[in-house]
């Protein structure tokens, strides 16, 4: 399995700036899947990917804590152009064992430039080009790539930090705390005491995949989330393989149903949102009494205005039923030496506690970009379906779905960029700009995603740092993959919203 590559390079002395058409910032499942696509669809054009990492995986390089797992089914978040064979939800390191295999059959390791951290981003209307400043891990120099092309694929969490709350006390406890996304490889929590904060996919991994090595484990949240328990099969690929299917075959069957079935769901929870809420808490009902569903795993919105995360057997509720899982649903007051005390008054003491709470977005990759020798602020640009932006040359943001895999829009995208960059070609044009049309000048603009459609907290709080969106569908990152996989491949590079030049 391909994990390192290095291409050759001038010596450093030299500075030279090292030129290609199309520089792809990410080696996560975005960027993997963009060089693919690059190679497929543009055979004729250089292309590099630059991964601060020392390897690929993007989140699953990054999270390394036990049970680490996907929340959406590998039909789907996998690539369409490469079967998966396993079960539907996998576990991270399968996922970077089948991320590899996409690199190593496509030969796509000799693009990659790992341990590279892009800092600075300068694009020129002059040159047509943009300079993009790394650098670079293995000696801390700074080098300096130019492109005709920006692919920023980085993914939407910062990879060097999770976000936890401060909450009074923390200096006062004696034990540690952790969060998932520093996991500390050699972290001993056998025989302990402890907590996990949260309510989301995270913490439902974290607290069954720790409980038989513990003494206990205490899920504390603030307020309850959806989950979908099942088992982790599906039964039509099953049949498929009894049947002797190919498995391409099999992959893009079972893709078609997963998406089918995904569709008519996320329909009814805008039309249907009580029934689909009474079925989902009868699924819970299923393991656990009817006091403990209202009491932890009633949530107060309807379904889809978060995550809902599938939970392969129930095994937060099994382990819940074997007693070596509780669930605690209260504010937290504050820490204290021996653990936390909560609003209700109860103290839950812990000698480890793992802070489940959520990531910070990470806006264009904490990259300072500049436009011709102006600062660029996000926030004050419209976006182009979600990728790309007013007044900002040659670039397409992969930003993925929240109620759909985000493979699914990173490979609409890729396509996308494939496209334009041949019909650039083919109209001999350097750069392209998005800009609103005459009649669309005084469109009202409102924050890059509507709170009452989806709110989870990482959006919340850095909904100031991005993008506008428009009144129309053109204006704004849908959400809708259902209508955006039709819509995609018909729009018309012709029409007045790209400026050529």
Same mark, same amino acid.
């Given at each position: 399995?391909?994990?390192?590559?290095?291409?050759?390079?001038?010596?450093?002395?030299?500075?030279?700036?090292?030129?290609?058409?199309?520089?792809?910032?990410?080696?996560?499942?975005?960027?993997?899947?963009?060089?693919?696509?690059?190679?497929?669809?543009?055979?004729?054009?250089?292309?590099?990917?630059?991964?601060?990492?020392?390897?690929?995986?993007?989140?699953?390089?990054?999270?390394?804590?036990?049970?680490?797992?996907?929340?959406?089914?590998?039909?789907?978040?996998?690539?369409?152009?490469?079967?998966?064979?396993?079960?539907?939800i996998a576990a991270g390191d399968e996922i970077l064992k089948y991320m590899g295999e996409v690199i190593e059959e496509n030969d796509l390791g000799r693009h990659m430039r790992y341990g590279h951290t892009i800092t600075r981003a300068s694009w020129s209307s002059a040159e047509n080009l943009w300079t993009i400043e790394a650098v670079r891990a293995e000696d801390g120099q700074t080098v300096r790539f130019? %492109?005709?092309?920006?692919?920023?694929?980085?993914?939407? *969490?910062? $990879?060097? &930090?999770?976000?936890?709350? @401060?909450?009074? =006390?923390?200096a006062d406890f004696k034990g540690q705390i952790v969060h998932p996304q520093n996991w500390p490889q050699d972290l001993a929590y056998k025989g302990k005491k402890v907590i996990v904060i949260g309510s989301g996919a995270t913490a439902a991994t974290l607290a069954p995949s720790i409980a038989a090595d513990v003494e206990h484990v205490t899920m504390l949240q603030r307020s309850p989330t959806y989950f979908?328990?099942?088992?982790?099969?599906?039964?039509?690929?099953?049949?498929?393989?009894?049947?002797?299917?190919?498995?391409?075959?099999?992959?893009?069957?079972?893709?078609?149903?997963?998406? %089918?079935?995904?569709?008519?769901?996320?329909?009814?929870? *805008?039309? $249907?949102? &009580?029934?689909?809420?009474? @079925?989902?808490? =009868?699924?819970?009902?299923?393991?656990?009494?009817?006091?403990?569903?209202?009491?932890?795993?009633?949530?107060?919105?309807?379904?889809?205005?978060?995550?809902?995360?599938?939970?392969?057997?129930?095994?937060?509720?099994?382990?819940?039923?074997?007693?070596?899982?509780?669930?605690?649903?209260?504010?937290?007051?504050?820490?204290?030496?021996?653990?936390?005390?909560?609003?209700?008054?109860?103290?839950?003491?812990?000698?480890?506690?793992?802070?489940?709470?959520?990531?910070?977005?990470?806006?264009?990759?904490?990259?300072?970009?500049?436009?011709?020798?102006?600062?660029?602020?996000?926030?004050?640009?419209?976006?182009?379906?979600?990728?790309?932006?007013?007044?900002?040359?040659?670039?397409?943001?992969?930003?993925?779905?929240?109620?759909?895999?985000?493979?699914?829009?990173?490979?609409?995208?890729?396509?996308?960029?494939?496209?334009?960059?041949?019909?650039?070609?083919?109209?001999?044009?350097?750069?392209?700009?998005?800009?609103?049309?005459?009649?669309?000048?005084?469109?009202?603009?409102?924050?890059?995603?509507?709170?009452?459609?989806?709110?989870?907290?990482?959006?919340?709080?850095?909904?100031?740092?991005?993008?506008?969106?428009?009144?129309?569908?053109?204006?704004?990152?849908?959400?809708?993959?259902?209508?955006?996989?039709?819509?995609?491949?018909?729009?018309?590079?012709?029409?007045?919203?790209?400026?050529?030049?």
């Amino acid at each position: 399995m391909t994990d390192t590559a290095t291409l050759t390079r001038p010596p450093a002395a030299e500075a030279k700036a090292e030129h290609y058409d199309v520089l792809i910032v990410g080696a996560g499942i975005s960027g993997v899947g963009g060089a693919y696509h690059m190679r497929d669809q543009c055979p004729d054009k250089s292309f590099v990917v630059l991964e601060t990492k020392p390897s690929f995986g993007g989140t699953w390089h990054t999270h390394r804590y036990p049970g680490v797992r996907s929340d959406s089914d590998l039909f789907t978040f996998g690539y369409r152009f490469k079967a998966w064979t396993g079960a539907p939800i996998a576990a991270g390191d399968e996922i970077l064992k089948y991320m590899g295999e996409v690199i190593e059959e496509n030969d796509l390791g000799r693009h990659m430039r790992y341990g590279h951290t892009i800092t600075r981003a300068s694009w020129s209307s002059a040159e047509n080009l943009w300079t993009i400043e790394a650098v670079r891990a293995e000696d801390g120099q700074t080098v300096r790539f130019t %492109a005709g092309f920006l692919w920023m694929a980085q993914g939407y *969490f910062r $990879q060097s &930090e999770g976000y936890t709350p @401060e909450w009074e =006390g923390m200096a006062d406890f004696k034990g540690q705390i952790v969060h998932p996304q520093n996991w500390p490889q050699d972290l001993a929590y056998k025989g302990k005491k402890v907590i996990v904060i949260g309510s989301g996919a995270t913490a439902a991994t974290l607290a069954p995949s720790i409980a038989a090595d513990v003494e206990h484990v205490t899920m504390l949240q603030r307020s309850p989330t959806y989950f979908v328990p099942g088992r982790n099969v599906n039964e039509l690929a099953e049949t498929l393989r009894a049947l002797k299917i190919d498995e391409n075959w099999i992959h893009e069957i079972v893709r078609r149903q997963v998406l %089918a079935n995904g569709g008519a769901f996320t329909k009814r929870t *805008f039309e $249907q949102p &009580e029934e689909v809420r009474k @079925e989902l808490l =009868g699924l819970v009902g299923t393991f656990l009494p009817a006091d403990q569903v209202e009491k932890h795993f009633t949530p107060s919105y309807r379904p889809w205005r978060q995550r809902i995360a599938f939970m392969p057997n129930g095994d937060l509720f099994e382990g819940m039923k074997t007693g070596k899982v509780s669930v605690v649903t209260d504010e937290i007051d504050r820490f204290t030496e021996k653990g936390i005390r909560v609003k209700s008054g109860e103290e839950i003491e812990a000698d480890l506690i793992i802070t489940a709470t959520g990531f910070n977005l990470n806006v264009h990759g904490d990259i300072d970009f500049v436009i011709d020798g102006a600062p660029l602020n996000f926030a004050e640009t419209v976006t182009y379906r979600g990728m790309m932006f007013t007044g900002v040359p040659n670039m397409v943001w992969v930003f993925g779905y929240f109620r759909a895999s985000w493979t699914l829009r990173s490979e609409l995208i890729a396509d996308f960029v494939c496209r334009l960059l041949n019909h650039m070609d083919e109209r001999q044009a350097h750069r392209v700009t998005v800009a609103l049309r005459p009649e669309e000048k005084d469109m009202e603009l409102c924050s890059w995603i509507d709170p009452e459609n989806f709110n989870p907290g990482y959006l919340m709080r850095a909904m100031h740092l991005l993008p506008k969106r428009g009144a129309t569908r053109e204006w704004q990152h849908t959400q809708d993959y259902w209508t955006e996989k039709d819509e995609f491949p018909a729009i018309d590079l012709d029409d007045p919203v790209f400026v050529y030049g």
